[in-house]
């Protein structure tokens, strides 16, 4: 009789044990080539910036922290903020308003976004900077009598500082209440006819159902809106709201050093844009959680892990 248990476990003893899969990351050296092709261009292109006399830089340095480039920056940063606020409030209203079944509201709200949304921004910061051309008085009162209630110069009401934010924040509305809107479309409607069958009423389910679920849709767009708004503040320097492009602008005007200015405002509006884009990556990741396609990590760490798996593998390599 054969010892069939003494004969495997010979066999098993005898064979040769088998050699364990080394497992060697891809190696893009394509994506590194052009990596280093693209740095080493950046860097000539810094370097040249850097020896070019005609940029002037002891002017840039004597400007980019000067007061008067801090009053502008003020001016921007509550334009920006007061300008998203309005857009989005009454972007949003828009949005309801151009979702109704009533034909009047879906009519005004569609109409808003026509004017808003088809014409230029910069033309209608000069129309409400120059709005006392068309209608030198404000009124309030009863149409078509004598009868005033409120009666004041359109230039008194309408400073530059207030044009510019009516500019701002009702073009952005046009432009918020589509977002909105296609937020508001991307939750299953089932969700709302739950909410009216157990008897909430049209307003509260759009603000305790549809909008929460919506913000997963209108967050990251808005982040971009809002990035973008910081940008669309140098425009109304053509109305002199002593924005930072504004007081760029009178800077040159008197020295006549045009591009050293212009040097300062690319330089504080970069870093007003990056301030602004880090919070924006963070709820892009937080409300794009549970997604299909879920956001990656960040740039600068993609970059640093790959080079750590580079180093990895060479040293693998030399041992």
Do not use: C
């Not at 509201?105 to 976004?113: D, E, K, M, S, Y």
């Not at 967050?219 to 910081?230: D, K, R």
């Not at 924006?280 to 970059?303: F, H, I, S, T």
Request: glycine share 8%.
């Amino acid at each position: 009789m054969i010892d069939t248990k003494n004969s495997a476990a010979v066999r098993s003893d005898s064979a040769p044990a088998a050699p364990e899969l080394e497992v060697v990351p891809l190696r893009n050296y394509g994506r590194w080539i052009a990596a280093a092709v693209s740095l080493t261009a950046l860097a000539g292109l810094i370097g040249s910036l850097a020896k070019n006399d005609n940029l002037h830089w002891d002017v840039v340095g004597d400007y980019l922290f000067a007061d008067l480039i801090f009053d502008g920056l003020g001016t921007t940063l509550w334009l920006t903020a007061a300008a998203m606020a309005l857009g989005l409030g009454l972007g949003t209203l828009i949005a309801v308003m151009r979702l109704s079944s009533s034909p009047v509201l879906h009519g005004i709200a569609g109409a808003f976004v026509w004017v808003f949304r088809g014409t230029p921004l910069l033309v209608q910061i000069i129309f409400w900077g120059y709005a006392a051309a068309l209608y030198k008085y404000v009124k309030i009162g009863i149409p078509f009598t004598d009868v005033t209630f409120f009666q004041t110069e359109t230039n008194n009401l309408l400073t530059p500082a207030i044009a510019a934010l009516l500019a701002l924040g009702l073009n952005e509305a046009a432009y918020a209440s589509e977002i909105v809107r296609a937020g508001i479309q991307s939750v299953d409607p089932g969700q709302a006819e739950a909410a009216h069958s157990l008897g909430m009423r049209p307003a509260l389910t759009m603000r305790r159902i549809v909008l929460p679920q919506a913000m997963r849709v209108i967050i990251p767009p808005m982040g971009n809106e809002t990035i973008n708004m910081l940008k669309m503040t140098a425009l109304v320097s053509v109305i002199s709201a002593h924005d930072l492009m504004s007081n760029i602008q009178d800077v040159y005007a008197q020295n006549y050093q045009v591009i050293p200015m212009l040097v300062v405002a690319s330089l504080w509006y970069l870093a007003l844009v990056t301030v602004l884009s880090v919070p924006q990556a963070w709820l892009e990741r937080r409300y794009g959680r549970g997604a299909a396609r879920a956001q990656g990590p960040a740039p600068l760490r993609r970059m640093l892990g790959g080079a750590a798996a580079l180093l990895g593998a060479k040293n693998k390599e030399d041992r």
